[in-house]
């Protein structure tokens, strides 16, 4: 392969590198505008979160094309070919976060006129706590080409797991001593499993990171801390 060759290749990777920092960093501002708009019940800035989606979109769409376009010109092997698979699928899991980031968006304009039980935010805030700063890890560890944190997103996604399981007990705790409070917490729940489920992307992109950097893949199945007695089935928004 000729030096121009070369060149040009690692262009196309550091475009493709750059494009998924892009992504990261309006994933990540759209989940703590999401977040803010329904601990303060904003609805214009909760529809901001809802309108940034389309530019996410798009950007995964492009990364999607440039890599296969670069894996058809260019026929990488070995870690430059995991460089354009890992590229597909952390833009993937991206914007899965920004459509669940709009889901919770999308809640809060709904809950505006119900029935508030601020109290009932609290566990919330402590979930996304916790799943941004998973995401920024998993980021980093791309970004870094970083093993070892990487793993430790994967193991810590536990935590995650059981600040869902207490949230899911307060909130039917707060439906049970007020009726008035079922429509409104009953939207919180469906807000603590997309949380949930950006803890569960971001573990995929640090899988990703393990696969890209060593070849290998992470074990199926992730570690769980379930409290006994909620493992019944939770809402999930349906995708968009």
Known sequence: MSDHIVKAYDRDLETLGRRIAEMGGIAEK????????????????????????????????????????????RQPLAVDLRECIAAIRISGDLERVGDLAKNIAKRTVKIVGEARVPRAIIGLKSMHDVAALQLKDALDAYAQRDVERARAV???????????????????????????NISFCTHLLFCSKNLERIGDHT????????????????????????????????PVDPPH
């Open 30 to 73: 759209m989940l703590a505008e999401a977040m803010d708009a329904l601990a303060a019940f904003d609805v214009a800035l909760a529809q901001r979160v809802v309108l940034t989606d389309p530019r996410l979109d798009a950007l995964q769409r492009e990364i999607e094309e440039s890599a296969i376009l670069t894996i058809a010109k």
């Open 154 to 180: 994967w193991s810590n996604d536990v935590e995650l797991d059981a600040l869902e399981d207490s949230v899911f007990r307060d909130l039917l705790t707060f439906m049970m001593e007020d009726p008035r």
């Open 203 to 234: 573990t995929n992109i640090s899988e990703t990171v393990v696969y890209l950097v060593t070849g290998e893949s992470m074990p199926t199945e992730r570690p769980k801390m379930r409290v006994p007695g909620l493992e019944m089935e939770q």
